[in-house]
């Protein structure tokens, strides 16, 4: 095998079986045998030439590398010296080998023969293309997945949001309606129901209350955002103030003294941080709806 006649047959034939591209050095880095997988692939690559490498000294050719693939090259070369010089039992490196027709990547592993007479080493590439595409195509399939996990996360977070947000939405219009309600529509009905009134007079009360659910007042429903800190009373004057009622306009309407509808402005001023600003309350109500 490769100018070798009088190794072992058994040997060669277990070499020229082998799929990886094999060939054993000296202790300077010459070629002394190669398997048929190391020549084929050879003679593949300068078709021009039937390629005999036996008697080149692969570490020179390594270290005389030029071009992109250099780097790696060198690398293999100063791998194989640190195995001849005993730093290292084994040297093993990965690298590609791309060409016209596709992409391809080896597994190189240079190793010394057992034994310290004559020093031999034995340098071995196998095609691991299969193995890194696959690997690729599982690196892309799980960047593909967590990109898919990371957008399902995001839009359950948002939606997530979004039912929070309608459900406080729907809380809070429930209660704006019901402090509404409450503080600004009961009180007059009140009023209403003790007063002299005609029988069809107090049969549109009646209707009134039985479709109080579907008044939305836009300013009330802002109104009803001070519900924790404004009186039912409060609430009613800051709706007049608002109307454009005057206080004695406001005190007959309540039946209040206008002193009391002058109190409640102040309160209001200060609960809406009006004390000290030389600001017109009214036009403050009208900035809320």
């Keep these: 095998m490769g100018g070798q006649p009088q190794s072992d047959p058994l040997a060669s034939a277990v070499l020229n079986s082998l799929s990886a591209h094999i060939a054993i050095l000296d202790a300077e880095g010459v070629i002394l045998e190669t398997n048929e997988a190391w020549r084929r692939f050879a003679n593949a690559h300068n ?44 040297f093993v490196y990965d690298y590609p080998c791309h060409s016209p027709e596709g992409k391809h990547w080896y597994y190189m592993r240079a190793i010394r023969m057992i034994g310290d ?13 299969a193995l890194k595409l696959s690997e690729e195509a599982l690196r892309q399939s799980r960047a593909a997945i967590e990109e898919r996990e990371q957008s399902l996360a995001e839009a359950n ?3 997530k949001v979004l039912l929070k947000q309608r459900e406080d939405d729907k809380a809070d219009l429930e209660r704006k309606v019901l402090a509404n309600v409450k ?47 404004l009186t039912p009373q409060e609430m009613q004057v800051a709706a007049l103030i608002r109307d454009g009622k005057s206080s004695k306009e406001i005190a007959s ?37």
Excluded: W
């Design 157 to 159: 977070i948002a939606l």
């Design 117 to 129: 007479d004559p020093l031999r080493v034995v340098v071995s590439h196998e095609d691991i293309t």
């Design 253 to 289: 309407i309540l039946i209040i003294s206008e002193a009391t509808v002058n109190f409640h402005r102040k309160n209001l001023r200060e609960k809406f941080g009006l004390k000290n600003k030389r600001v017109n309350l009214r036009a403050y109500l009208l900035s809320m709806t």
């Design 183 to 229: 503080g600004l529509v009961f009180p007059y009905l009140e009023k209403l129901h003790t007063a002299r009134l005609k029988p069809r007079e107090r049969t549109l009360i009646e209707i009134v209350e039985t479709h109080l659910k579907d008044i939305i007042s836009p300013f009330l429903q802002q109104m009803a955002n001070a519900d924790l800190v």
């Design 47 to 90: 078709p021009s030439d039937e390629i005999d490498s036996v008697g080149d000294n692969y570490i020179t050719i390594c270290e005389a590398a030029t071009g992109e693939d250099a780097e790696d090259a060198h690398q293999v070369a100063a791998g194989i010296r640190r195995v001849i010089a005993g730093k290292l039992r084994e």
